[in-house]
């Protein structure tokens, strides 16, 4: 029973584009989202957050929208580079420290 | 800034042996966490410790699963006996605090044959 999900395993798109990235949660508790990007062979590392008194949150090309109603979350990038391509995580935090990851999308940046 | 160094990076066992990880947190972290990434799923976290105590190991398999950090720094955490689906790459966190933000070591991706 997966209370983050990530229904789009890929994302390709254009170097310069927009790319969005959706997430889903089931848990309304959840008080606290946030994006996490991981190159091949290295941890993730935090992009951007936004807690859930907020429905967007700005970070130079990197912009993350929530819309409690629906349970979602995207993340847009802005424009869209070659260094972005990679997975992108979006996580939900239930408690200090608890975060609970969806499966991740994996984006891909065409010069 | 140094990050979060985890060791080894590769490990390859049979099933039914046993096998640890180590994980040195950024200094000065008090929060450490592992994390289980099966391939194609986000990462679950096993455990969670405030300095060398647990906060959150509910989801930890006890049976096989044994995780300490000694003197609230340096964590090991090790399977025994290993099984097939604990293939996997093992994360390490930390945290300045336990509400701030999780940094990530590489990992250590454990190969269960």
């Known amino acids: 029973d997966q209370q983050v999900k990530q229904n789009s395993p890929s994302l390709s798109v254009q170097e310069g584009r927009i790319s969005i990235l959706n997430c889903d949660y089931t848990?309304?508790?959840?008080?606290?989202f946030l994006w996490y990007k991981k190159y091949p062979a290295e941890g993730p590392t935090f992009l951007i957050s936004i807690s859930s008194i907020k429905d967007k949150n700005e970070d130079g090309r990197f912009t993350v929208f929530l819309n409690k109603s629906a349970k979602h979350l995207s993340l847009h990038i802005v424009p869209s580079q070659p260094g972005d391509s990679a997975v992108y995580f979006c996580?939900?935090?239930?408690?200090?420290?608890?975060?609970?990851f969806g499966q991740g999308t994996t984006l891909q940046v065409k010069p | 800034e140094a990050g979060v160094a985890q060791s080894p990076r590769y490990k390859i066992i049979e099933k039914r042996q046993s096998v640890a990880f180590w994980c040195n947190p950024i200094?000065?972290?008090?929060?450490l966490y592992w994390y289980q990434q099966i391939l194609g799923q986000g990462p679950k976290l096993l455990i969670q410790?405030?300095?060398?105590?647990?906060?959150?190991d509910s989801q930890l398999p006890k049976d096989r699963f044994s995780a300490e950090r000694l003197k609230g720094v340096d964590s090991t955490l090790k399977i025994q006996p290993a099984k097939l689906e604990d293939s996997a790459v093992y994360l390490c966190?930390?945290?300045?605090?336990?509400?701030?933000?999780?940094?990530f070591g590489s990992g250590t991706q454990l190969s269960v044959l």
């Open positions: 848990n309304s508790m959840f008080d606290y």
């Open positions: 996580a939900a935090s239930e408690g200090p420290g608890k975060l609970i």
């Open positions: 200094s000065g972290h008090a929060t």
């Open positions: 410790f405030q300095n060398n105590g647990v906060v959150d």
């Open positions: 966190a930390s945290s300045l605090r336990i509400d701030e933000k999780l940094f």
